[in-house]
């Protein structure tokens, strides 16, 4: 109920769908909204690669390492505040060798939301 009245909260949605201009609005609010969100992800530098994984045995350590060398280089050149990623392989292996701050996407998640609730308490 948004008026608190049968009769208009009733005829609200026989106007909204009988209403193409109005419709065609709240379609243009979400692109808007999606438009936004892709904006706002593009201020993030992102370095992607999908890389092969050796195990964790010392014989491969070499090896592993030669597979994400060109990886890790794309993140030296852009040199990051911090490093997200899910992988644990990778997270030990950029721990070792980069100095970066690294997170896993739960906790950039996680960090999200208690901003947002310090941000809710001070007003």
């Known amino acids: 109920m948004v008026f608190k009245n049968p009769v ?3 005829l609200m949605p026989v106007a909204y769908h ?3 201009p109005l419709r065609l609005a709240g379609v243009r609010v979400f692109e808007a909204r999606a438009r936004l969100g892709a904006a706002i992800g593009a201020q993030y530098p992102q370095v992607q690669q999908a ?3 050796l195990g964790y045995k010392e014989r491969f350590y070499e090896k592993s390492i030669a597979l994400i060398r060109s990886l890790m280089h794309k993140i030296e050149a852009v040199a990051p505040e911090a490093i997200i990623t899910d992988c644990l392989s990778r997270r030990l292996q950029f721990q070792h060798l980069l100095h970066y701050p690294i ?3 739960l906790e ?3 960090r999200a939301y208690e901003a ?3 941000t ?3 007003r």
């Open 8 to 10: 208009l909260d009733h």
């Open 18 to 20: 009988q209403s193409i």
């Open 51 to 53: 890389v092969g994984g």
């Open 103 to 105: 997170f896993h996407p």
């Open 108 to 110: 950039m998640i996680t």
């Open 116 to 118: 947002a609730a310090k």
């Open 120 to 122: 809710q308490e001070g």
